[in-house]
Every structure is written in structure tokens, then in C-alpha cells.
């Protein structure tokens, strides 16, 4: 059973950073593409970064490009997300999300972590 | 960047009743499509992928169609837990975008 299980979210004030990461289980971690998707209180689903199997490519939605970071260690099966400069509009909840084959669609979901950005 | 258009943006139906969701994007996306399920305090759901395919588990009333612009989702009977937040997205080209939504509610 594929289980993602996001934390490092919580209270940050603007300009500050955190660290997200995703713990992975259940399916061979590296053959496959990662995402982080945010949800802003009552908002719908914005998709955030993307980052291939092996690491190597990354990319970025507009919104956070320049301030967020996507990596992965495969050793540890982990995904993370560093997301530096905050803003009030990165208040919301972060999922990361397995993909089903290439970049897309997203088949199994984490239950999301909390970030809130405020002074 | 695609844009994605979702309608209604508010859908009151009963239980039994048949429901027509629609996507409609910005540019061709071909059937790179896909719609989400999403319940309030749950993660979203993958229900079809590619225009029209069903993910795994999905119940046969849930059915997707369309290429290019225009794209459908249909409900063939609603179910009671079938009423929640129907997300489309497409995997076309960078950056993956998805639609706002459409409410499904109880009538």
C-alpha cells in the first residue's frame, strides 16, 4: 500500500523559510516522479513544483519560483520542499502527491501538512 | 500558461439524478485531462486520467470524455458520497494547472 506521510509544516512569519518532507512507502520510491500541491483555506488546488525520479529536473510554478526548492533523497525515500521567502499567500496545505506515469496525473495523495504564514 | 475553466461552478442535483460536469482549457490539450474527487478533509482522489480512462476503483458511473478544449465529466447515478469538489487538471505542458472546481451539492 503506497503511504505518503507529509510533516514540517506550521507557523512561520513573513520573509521566513521552512522545510517540508514527504516520507514515502509502498512502491519503488525513485521510479518515479514527486509534486507538492497547496490548498489555501476554502481555496481550490494549486499545483507548486515537480521534481523527476532520478532528481535531476525540477520545475516550478510561477508563484513560488525563485523561493521554493524541490529535492528528493532516494536513500531515505524521502521528498522535500524548501520554501524560503514567505509570503502570506503560502499560507495553506501542502500535499505531495505520487504520480501515476511521467509528470501526471497524481494517483495517491499524502493527507497534507500546514503552513501558515502570518506575523 | 493553461487555463483551465470549470462549470458550473455550482451543481445541485438529488441521488439518482445523471451529472454533467465540464473542463473546458484555454489551448489544445489533446486528452492529457484528468478529474479529481476531493471530500471536505480529505485528500483529492484521482478518478479518470487521460479524458476518459478510470483510475483504479473507480466506479463504473463515473465515465470522462473529450479531447482538445472540451472535456466532460458524467455521473451516470448519483450515490450519496458522491456529492463533493470535482477538480480537472492537465498534464499538457508546464506548469500542470488545475480547474477551480465545481461543487457538487445535495438538492
Known amino acids: 500500500e503506497v503511504q505518503l506521510l507529509e510533516s514540517g509544516g506550521g507557523l512561520v512569519q513573513p520573509g521566513g523559510s521552512l522545510r517540508l518532507s514527504c516520507a514515502a512507502s509502498g512502491f519503488t520510491f525513485h521510479n518515479y516522479a514527486m509534486n507538492w500541491v497547496r490548498q489555501a483555506p476554502g481555496k481550490g488546488l494549486e499545483w507548486v513544483s515537480a521534481?523527476?525520479?532520478?532528481?535531476?529536473?525540477?520545475y516550478y510554478a510561477g508563484s513560488v519560483q525563485g523561493r521554493f526548492t524541490i529535492s528528493r533523497d532516494n536513500s531515505k525515500n524521502t521528498l522535500y520542499l524548501q520554501m524560503d521567502s514567505l509570503r502570506t499567500e503560502d499560507t495553506a496545505l501542502y500535499y505531495c502527491?505520487?504520480?501515476?506515469?511521467?509528470?501526471?496525473?497524481?494517483?495517491?495523495w499524502g493527507q497534507g501538512t500546514l503552513v501558515t504564514v502570518s506575523s | 500558461e493553461i487555463v483551465l475553466t470549470q462549470s458550473p461552478a455550482t451543481l445541485s442535483l438529488s441521488p439518482g439524478e445523471r451529472a454533467t460536469l465540464s473542463c473546458r482549457a484555454s489551448q489544445n490539450i489533446n486528452s492529457f485531462l484528468a478529474w479529481y474527487q476531493q471530500k471536505p478533509g480529505q485528500a483529492p482522489r484521482l478518478l479518470i486520467y487521460?479524458?476518459?480512462n478510470r483510475a483504479s476503483g473507480v466506479p463504473a458511473r463515473f465515465s470522462g470524455s473529450g479531447s482538445g478544449t472540451d472535456f466532460t465529466l458524467t455521473i451516470s447515478s448519483l450515490e450519496p458520497e458522491d456529492f463533493a469538489i470535482y477538480y480537472c487538471?492537465?498534464?499538457?505542458?508546464?506548469?500542470?494547472?488545475f480547474g477551480q472546481g465545481t461543487r457538487l451539492e445535495i438538492k
Open positions: 502527491a505520487k504520480v501515476m506515469s511521467n509528470y501526471a496525473p497524481f494517483d495517491n
Open positions: 487521460d479524458s476518459s
Open positions: 521534481v523527476t525520479g532520478d532528481g535531476v529536473s525540477t
Open positions: 487538471q492537465q498534464r499538457k505542458s508546464w506548469p500542470i494547472t
